[in-house]
């Protein structure tokens, strides 16, 4: 004779979580961007440095941004392509901590002067938060705009019929 089949038993606890991943890259700041390191005048410029007039991001109305490149990257061909496509207009150029992007300045700039060892942008401040201190890591994007384009041609001029009753 054959025994019947028992109730099974309750479940067992769970395991214990599993640690943490490691953390992953950090994606690039895209955008037409490049990067420099922010000086304050306080050390000796990095690989390349920006520096504006005012670090007071909030307070600055006009800003002359100073670009120079030493020992790195040829920006040259970089800036001096906004100067040809603009054409004399402007651009937006936007600053901001590669870091901490609640750390920026937002400026509608003019065509970048070539100094021969360093660039210079003169530039409106649109917008900003917070500041920059020495060495932080800043990302330069640039969007370029021009003045309105010409008019469009007239369109046909139509008759107005008479109304019915």
């Known amino acids: 004779m054959l025994g019947?089949?028992?109730?099974?038993g309750s479940s067992g606890t769970s395991g214990s979580s599993g640690s943490s991943g490691t953390s992953g890259f950090s994606g690039l700041f895209g955008g037409d961007s490049q990067s420099w390191s922010f000086d304050n005048g306080e050390a000796s410029p990095p690989q390349y440095y920006l520096s504006?007039?005012?670090n007071d991001l909030?307070?600055?109305?006009?800003v002359n941004i100073h670009v120079l490149n030493i020992d790195a990257v040829n920006v040259d061909p970089w800036l001096t392509s906004f100067n040809s496509a603009i054409d004399g207009d402007h651009c937006r150029?936007?600053?901001f901590e590669e870091y901490d992007n609640t750390n920026f300045i937002v400026l509608d700039g003019t065509l970048a002067?070539?100094?021969?060892?360093y660039w210079t942008w003169t530039c409106t401040n649109i917008d900003s938060n917070g500041s920059f201190v020495q060495d932080?890591?800043?990302v330069v994007s640039v969007v370029e705009w021009g003045s309105s384009g010409t008019s469009g041609v007239d369109g046909e001029?139509?008759?107005v019929d008479a109304q019915g009753p």
């Open 93 to 95: 150029i936007k600053i």
């Open 4 to 8: 019947v089949d028992g109730t099974s």
């Open 58 to 62: 909030s307070v600055a109305s006009t």
């Open 136 to 138: 932080d890591s800043l």
């Open 52 to 54: 504006l007039d005012d």
């Open 113 to 117: 002067s070539d100094n021969t060892t």
């Open 157 to 159: 001029s139509f008759s």
